[in-house]
């Protein structure tokens, strides 16, 4: 089981390029998160997909972000004309159910991030 | 507003010195809290959920215990290969379950 996938590991833009990072979840998992941890920040929540579907996009900046979980493919966190303060580590994770099934194996696993660097 | 606060923010030990990270959380109605760990680099690695007051979990040198307004991870003896930052989350009732509130993290460094 190759765990939660993402792709580039690092990725560096300069300002006003448009940066896509790509997540794989788990096989077997539906569900899949994207989280930001800026520099000397902690992990903080962007959006939540289904696949096809937006459920919770509460934690995205309004604009310039979005995120997609096509039927077939990757998830896609996809940042337009990215600033300086975009760059950060972006993190995927995924779970076999939704996060409202509290049972210990409904764990929420994480790949091992996207790092973007904005010049 | 659900908040996490991790203390001390970095704690350094010599191998076998025993010690307690800490997690103070306000949420509105805790669903469940979590322990990962995370090396640099590298995603999270999941440790521990907890659901209620009271409740305990040990994995190895490793055990988390959880109040109603904090929770633990106690560390046993520990050796060079735990160093790593330790993070705490809670998952709320009201803001929805598919969201994890993290703390900043506790970076633990285990000298030989």
């Known amino acids: 089981n190759a765990g939660v996938m993402q792709n580039p590991r690092h990725l560096v833009r300069r300002r006003g390029q448009e940066a896509r990072l790509r997540c794989s979840p788990m096989?077997?998992?539906?569900?899949v998160y994207w989280y930001r941890q800026l520099p000397e920040e902690g992990l903080k929540f962007m959006v939540y997909?289904?696949?096809?579907?937006?459920?919770?996009e509460s934690g995205m900046p309004k604009e310039r972000f979005s995120a997609e979980f096509p039927k077939e493919g990757p998830s896609i966190l996809r940042i337009q004309q990215v600033v300086r303060g975009d760059s950060a580590a972006y993190f995927c994770?995924?779970?076999?159910?939704?996060?409202?099934?509290?049972?210990?194996?409904?764990?929420?696993?994480f790949g091992a991030g996207s790092r973007l660097t904005v010049l | 507003e659900d908040q996490v606060t991790q203390s001390p923010e970095a704690l350094r030990l010599q191998e076998g010195e025993s010690s307690s990270l800490n997690c103070s959380y306000t949420?509105?109605?805790?669903?469940?809290l979590f322990w990962y760990r995370q090396d640099p680099g590298k995603g999270p690695e999941f440790l521990f959920t907890?659901?209620?007051a009271g409740e305990e979990k040990e994995k190895e040198r490793l055990k988390a215990t959880l109040t109603k307004k904090e929770s633990f991870l106690h560390i046993t003896a520990p050796k060079p290969e735990d160093s790593a930052t330790y993070l705490c989350?809670?998952?709320?009732?009201?803001?929805?379950?598919?969201?994890?509130?993290f703390g900043q993290g506790t970076r633990l460094t285990i000298n030989p």
């Open positions: 994770a995924s779970s076999p159910l939704s996060m409202g099934h509290n049972s210990g194996a409904n764990v929420l696993t």
């Open positions: 096989k077997g998992h539906s569900h």
């Open positions: 997909l289904q696949k096809e579907n937006i459920i919770d």
């Open positions: 949420v509105s109605g805790l669903r469940g």
């Open positions: 907890l659901y209620s």
């Open positions: 989350a809670v998952q709320s009732i009201i803001q929805g379950a598919q969201k994890l509130v």
